[in-house]
């Protein structure tokens, strides 16, 4: 190797060093980078709530999309499912594998260095610290963010609480592009919390988590209407994913939150006819769960869902 | 698509049923699979130990390695550094990505079963619930596991704790080949906490993670022997990896655990010379830590340590 070559290379103990400062010790956050695990110390009577989800390139995202909304866009999804639960978020771990070429030179590190601006820029609004991860090799850019969240005890919103008679909401307008840099939903979340009887993300598209959140609640739901982004398709607005908004049920004597939308009802599921639980109607008509085997075609399929 | 391609086929909703069944609540997991998030109900007065520490084809292990041993490792490694912290597992998430050849017939489904049977069986003897995780798609097959410890408040081995005087202990023998299916030292790590002045796993070879702890506690060591592997060369065992014994630092007037070995003593770093904190010395030679810029070869590098 040439010293060049060697001067160019990312070296370990640099790199962390620069992830170290940006990893900061909080009140919570006892023992960060630097030691066999990082230490939490949880509230008094809180549950903890915890997601991973990873992006891969060419399956999540491409090389030329920026790192830093790759670095965003990894950590937002996971806040998402927080938000999702009603919680706040506590800490996050970051596990990010790159391959040789990326490895070994200065366009690596720069990739690096705007993936961790775009990451920890939220990570800061939203009060993440960044607790530790773990740095590796791999084919393709690989990144699993971990996110930990915190909620009074007993207090997380679920999917299976929806009962007949609820109204069914959505949070702003569906069938956003799948690269922008999304908000996750956090200060409607807490709001939701004791209010709602159910919430789920819209991660994968209307159709499936509407399918997803019926089935867990053994209720059936008819659809009226959906906020659409401008300039999208229905189509994409029913089945696209990627949008991140909060799709909830409310008894419908209390006032929505702000920025929602009331799109449909949630019905008793017929049992012995061709309407079992997780069934949606969508303007009279049943609306199919697509995309439902993710496993198929390229894209992820959330083990925890 | 024919019917029998079809069929091969693994469907998400069956392999999500099959890994939920495995995946049974506890009395801590209040939420497992089937949500946004898993929810834990952490103990009062605990703290909570987090770690994830990724295995990806062709780095650390290859595809003819038994799938079983494959998830067996996955989370043994994690639990090592629990032990290495002295706590007690309590859950872990499990994202799996599969190559589409994989992921597409019988061959995958039976990895697939074999990874987590490998991977359950130590989880029950440890007492690890699987709380949730992530499926996806890949180039290569990545597994990355996270789990949580715990440990009464305050009370976690660091690094960081080590004092001149101290004896340095090593537990079994050092030199192992890296495809072994290890048992993680925790009962030897709760039997450390309270004692320990400091601790850390073996898992990048003894000169590596001897400097890490001298680092941190900013002392240096003195070797005298290493306890080696049957058939296992000394080079072997002073920088070879893969080891997951725990490695630790006790005032010398205490008695060490059974089956540990003391290896040598913890010295004052000799300021303004050439042994800076961190220095090691083996048989009276500096004993380099080799290895050390992980992300130079096909290896992984913790962000944690």
Redesign the interface.
Known sequence: MTSIEKQG?????D??EK?RKLAAKGPRI??G??????????K?D?????????M?ED?HFTRDLDPATVGHRALARNLS??A??G?DPQFC???L?LPEEL?ANQIGADWIDLFYRGLMNLAKRTGTAL??????????I?C?V?V??S?P?GK?L???GAKPGDALYVSGRLGHPWDSRFEPKLSLGRRLRGRATS???VSDGLSLDLFRLCR?SKVAAEVDRVPIVRGATLDRALHGGEDYELLFTMPPRLAPPKGTTRIGTIVRPQVGVKEPPGFVRFQGQPLEPRG?????R????????
């Open positions: 290379r990312m070296n370990e103990i790199l962390i992830i006892t023992v980078i630097g030691d066999d695990c990082a230490v939490f110390r949880p008094p809180h549950d903890l709530l915890f997601k991973t989800d990873p891969i399956i499912d927080i999702a639960m919680g771990l970051v596990s594998a490895a607790a530790g991860g773990h740095l590796a090799r791999a084919e393709r690989f699993d971990i930990c969240g909620v005890r997380a679920l999917r299976s919430c789920i993300d867990e439902h085997d993710h496993f198929r390229p894209g992820a399929a959330r083990i925890t869902r």
